[in-house]
């Protein structure tokens, strides 16, 4: 591996506030999205992802603020998702600041707005953002993407969704898995090995961080970068602390700067 593995906190938004659940469930406040953006800059993240988990068009105005705000605040790669779908969408977030847009539920309602979003704006602009559970009986993988936060079944396989979505021009995966979210158990490094292995962009691993120790075997399943968010909301690891032992690990990563308290 010869480009650095990314180490990338997750800002789930609510109505202006980071918030953070198990399952997307049991939302708990973690703190204002700008202060926090500022913080994990300055402590050495590779980038940001920005979901506004709610996504009520009440609240749109809101993000875009939001996102404004921070990407005024921050000089490293903000992914901002939620809500966003169609290509005006993408186009009013690029202009907020983002430097690249999470798709999820809208890419399952049309599909086809992944293939118009990298025609207009190119495939590195455009992040699937796939939420995905365990489902045996359902799906040749054994895995089914969900959509709406993680709440509907698809009967949609994740490993066929994937490779689809990237023959249409995502270039980059945001794999969350819906049975680990929030619950500090480790990442599902079975899943992150079946996407790494039917597509060749970049996989983000996340759902199940729990402790630095988590992260080095999401890597070695095939993971590019690993995301996280409550352990790194509420100081259970530090960035720093999982660029170490990546490094450690001999991966290679960007220098983290020495944590801001």
Avoid at 75 to 84: E, K
Avoid at 184 to 192: A, P, T, V, W
């Amino acid at each position: 591996m010869s480009l650095a593995v990314r180490v990338i906190p997750c800002l789930d938004v609510d109505a202006g506030r980071v918030v953070k659940g198990v399952n997307f469930t049991g939302l708990r406040d973690a703190g204002d999205p700008v202060e926090l953006a500022r913080r994990y800059d300055l402590a050495g993240a590779d980038e940001l992802v920005f979901l506004d988990i709610t996504a009520s068009s009440g609240d749109r105005e809101t993000t875009y603020d939001v996102v404004r705000r921070t990407a005024d605040e921050v000089f490293i790669p903000l992914t901002v998702g939620g809500g966003v779908r169609s290509v005006e969408d993408f186009d009013r977030l690029l202009r907020a600041g983002a430097d690249k847009v999470s798709l999820s539920t809208a890419s399952v309602q049309r599909p086809d707005l992944v293939s118009e979003a990298s025609r207009v704006f190119g495939s590195q602009c455009v992040v699937l953002s796939v939420d995905t559970r365990r489902c045996a009986e359902a799906t040749d993988s054994g895995f089914e993407v969900t959509t709406h936060g993680g709440r509907q079944g698809t009967g949609i396989d994740t490993v066929a969704w994937v490779r689809q979505c990237v023959d249409r021009g995502a270039g980059e995966i945001l794999l969350n898995s819906m049975d680990a979210d929030g619950t500090r158990e480790g990442f599902d490094l079975d899943l992150i090995a079946l996407v790494r292995n039917a597509v060749d962009v970049p996989v983000i691993a996340s759902g199940g961080a729990g402790s630095v120790d988590h992260f080095v075997p999401a890597v070695a399943a095939g993971a590019d970068a690993v995301l996280a968010a409550s352990v790194f909301h509420f100081g259970t690891v530090t960035i720093a602390e999982v660029k170490d032992a990546l490094s450690l690990a001999g991966y290679p990563v960007r220098p983290a700067d020495a944590e801001v308290a």
